[in-house]
């Protein structure tokens, strides 16, 4: 069982921890759901662009489990999860001021 669990249940649990942020920015976007303002398209932007980043990070991270010998992977999904990481920081001061 833990060849098993080492071959095909860590991958997944390895990226459920960035799709689950973007996860949380959807559910921000959702909440606030204020229209008027023109920092609301920014916030809006900001916030599904972080999504993304958080999505494509667990894609990598996923594959970069599976394959561990190509490292791009892992440079992929480190610099779109610290991009997703500072959108994140972005939205929240964008709410801050809104």
């Known amino acids: 069982m833990e060849e098993f669990e080492e071959r095909f249940i860590k991958p997944i649990v390895s990226a ?3 799709a689950t942020l973007a996860a949380l920015s959807l559910a921000v976007l959702q909440v606030t759901a204020i229209s008027g303002s023109p920092a609301t398209y ?3 932007n ?9 999505l494509i990070s667990a894609f990598f991270i996923f594959f970069y489990n599976i394959y561990p010998t190509r490292k791009e992977l892992w ?3 480190a610099i779109t999860f610290l991009v997703g990481l500072l959108l994140s920081v972005a939205s929240v001061l964008l709410l801050y001021i809104i």
């Open 75 to 77: 440079t992929v999904a």
């Open 42 to 44: 920014s916030l809006k």
């Open 46 to 54: 900001t916030l599904l662009t972080s999504a993304a980043a958080f």
């Open 16 to 18: 459920s921890y960035p």
